[in-house]
């Protein structure tokens, strides 16, 4: 035996925590199918032994034979004649079985290479053997560990004597990680299948919030705070329902802690996860009210038959119930089990849009419309009788599609309505005052065609002052 070979057998002892005579026992074995090999007919040998002295580095084979009467000697490789065997023990009889020395010479050096490699299968079947009993017990813990290197797109974390895997669906999509980084993952479980034992590591896991706030907050390690509920999208948001079987014990309040500060180191650890903990709740009318916050929810139904909840916020409510990519929403539904409904409060708009209708249809009455026409005229933004005045006729024609001189009837109209007199271009002809009309007669006849003064007659000739003649 070489000097490798005690070295990896101490490795295996202080390194990776195999017992040494573990260790040596799969280094018998290695012998024994390195000296198979080697041997011509070795394979026919029912029973081999292999006897690694680890202090003097030497190495025997010895094969167990049983002893047959002199005439019966067939088989070499499994009996031995008996004159032989008395030779060596003159008690020895038929049947009996001896041990013979069957070391070939040089064996130790021939057959190191050949055993180095069957050593090394054995001993990690032993090492994952215990890997599986060391870590089977522990799925649920949270682990610490160094990440050693990538398969693919999974982690390779280095636990000290073992290694665990965290598979690409357990990574946290958000974060990045590189070789050399410690970094806590959540034992997801020990699997023994075809490949040997694979300790399962995970950070997204909703479990790994809960082992987290369990380290972090005493009154749930000691069961005076009771985490309810977890819903997680890693990454990005966690909501945790927390409840107290101490009315004297503010369950949020102590999750959060003093100043945030045991919040804070979950989500420093979380990588600045967003983390909402909510005080849970029997009823689902007052749960889904603390699991929608900020937003303030106008009104809630509960479906109990189906779980649905309906609920219904405020315009400047809505996204902050839905939340970003509807993570606020779909994460509370997930937390309570139930189905929640988010829909944007239509009753002020509806009220609004009554009495819009109400005063569109007053307007339009007073105004001598239809309620085609009122409503039309409402979209042109005549609202009230006050702007429908200071429509152009025009405009107002073409909004409610009809001709020009209905247009000035309804402007007309719209000028008594407010009392005010409508201006004398959206009067009819036959209604223009006469004085009104002769003077716009006056300024539209041509200056030429003005009767000639008449020459005053006697009577109308004003005297004169004869003095002045």
Known sequence: MTNDIVALIDYYEKEKGIDRDRVVAALEYAFISAYRKMVPGADAIEVLRADVNTRKGETRIHATLNVVADDDYQDKFNEVPLALAQKRNPDAAVEDQMEFDVTPKDFGR????????????RLRQAEKEMIYEEFKDRAGDVVSGTVRRFDRSDVMVDLGKFEGVMPSRERVQTEEYNIGDRIRA???????????????????????VRRLFEAEVNEISDHTVEIRGIAREAGYRTKVAVWSNDTKVDPVGACVGMKGARVKNIVRELNNEKVDIIRWSDDPDEFVREALKPAILRSVTIDEENHVVNVTVDEEDLSKAIGRRGQNARLSSRLMGWDV??????????EFEAKLAGAAHSLAESLGLDDELGDKLILAGGATADVVVEMPVEYLAQALGVDDARARRILVRAHAL???EAPAELLPQEEIPAPAAEAAADESAPAEEAPAAEEPTDEET????????
Not at 186 to 208: D, K, M, T
């Open 110 to 121: 021939i057959a190191v290479q050949t055993a180095k490699q069957t050593m090394m299968q």
């Open 186 to 208: 959540y034992v997801v479980a020990v699997e023994n299948e075809g490949r040997g034992p694979e300790i399962i590591l995970s950070r997204s896991h909703p479990n790994f």
């Open 341 to 350: 409904q988010v829909r944007k409060d239509e009753s002020k708009k509806e």
């Open 418 to 420: 407010v009392g005010r």
């Open 462 to 469: 004003p005297a004169t002052d004869s003095s002045a003649s």
